[in-house]
């Protein structure tokens, strides 16, 4: 049971697969779920949970569960300090949530302005140029005025100062964020996640090296925990309906589990 409370299901699956096949038979598939959950093999977890009707996941729709169950890993990761890891896997999920509140709250669906080659998608150099719906500029000129006016010292636009338009990353998602949707807290909320990413999220890629909770914050100003905090904030900008219990459904699968036993 320590394994289970440790969120280490595939050292428990591995412990109960080494006992007799009777003393194990009552959860043994279900530890092989929350085995796959926590690697994020939805198919299997689909699949076993249909055979044993051990449902675990509390968010149904296939972009959303995808998205949250994402984020729900990110707290694992947390949890048990592989503070490498949880910064590391940040990129993706704001990039994704940035994209769809995009979408939600500012009627502008990235994926109209992009193109896809092999599996990468990039922005579209013809679109990105193309008056947005209901605004008076482009993609590209938001995000180059945006961008040139970060990068000047006297916050002056700098029309030589270009943004490299290339393959869709969070920071033109933010400067797209600020121009389309009128909220200012949520400005100031994507404006600190891409903060975070961007001092932190290229030592932990590139860099051998310790990081712990206070180095985040040294680099940052936001501990591990506000992070995470952020992310879960970002949910509320989505029509995910994401309820605060559902953020414990680790917790209650775990009880789950050792129930079986």
């Given at each position: 049971?320590?394994?289970?409370?440790?969120?280490?299901?595939?050292?428990?699956?591995?412990?109960?697969?080494?006992?007799?096949?009777?003393?194990?038979?009552?959860?043994?598939?279900?530890?092989?779920?929350?085995?796959?959950?926590?690697?994020?093999?939805?198919?299997?977890?689909?699949?076993?949970?249909?055979?044993?009707?051990?449902?675990?996941?509390?968010?149904?729709?296939?972009?959303?569960?995808?998205i949250f169950e994402y984020a729900l890993w990110l707290s694992i990761k947390l949890k048990r300090e592989e503070y490498i890891d949880f910064i590391r896997g940040i990129t993706p999920i704001i990039e994704e949530m940035f994209e769809v509140i995009l979408k939600k709250k500012g009627n502008l669906d990235i994926e109209k302005y992009c193109r896809t080659t092999n599996n990468v998608r990039f922005?579209?150099?013809?679109?990105?140029k193309e008056k947005l719906p209901n605004h008076t500029m482009s993609i590209k000129e938001i995000v180059n005025?945006?961008?040139?006016?970060?990068?000047?010292?006297?916050?002056?636009?700098?029309?030589d100062k270009d943004f490299a338009l290339t393959y869709v990353k969070s920071e033109a998602l933010v400067y797209l964020i600020e121009a389309v949707i009128n909220d200012i807290k949520l400005s100031e909320l994507v404006t600190n996640l891409r903060s975070v990413e961007e001092k932190v999220r290229n030592i932990a890629a590139h860099d051998i090296a310790s990081i712990d909770d206070n180095y985040i914050k040294n680099k940052t100003g936001f501990s591990t925990k506000n992070v995470m905090d952020m992310i879960k904030s970002l949910f509320t900008y989505t029509d995910f309906n994401i309820k605060s219990?559902?953020?414990?459904?680790?917790?209650?699968?775990?009880?789950?589990l050792k129930a079986l036993m």
């Open positions: 049971m320590e394994h289970i409370d440790d969120y280490d299901y595939r050292a428990a699956y591995s412990v109960a697969a080494d006992m007799e096949k009777h003393l194990t038979a009552n959860y043994i598939k279900q530890l092989e779920i929350a085995k796959y959950r926590l690697s994020m093999n939805m198919k299997m977890v689909n699949n076993l949970s249909a055979e044993t009707g051990f449902d675990c996941t509390p968010v149904k729709g296939t972009d959303a569960r995808k922005w579209d150099q013809n679109k990105t005025s945006a961008y040139g006016a970060k990068h000047n010292k006297d916050g002056r636009i700098n029309p219990e559902y953020w414990n459904s680790y917790e209650e699968m775990n009880k789950g």
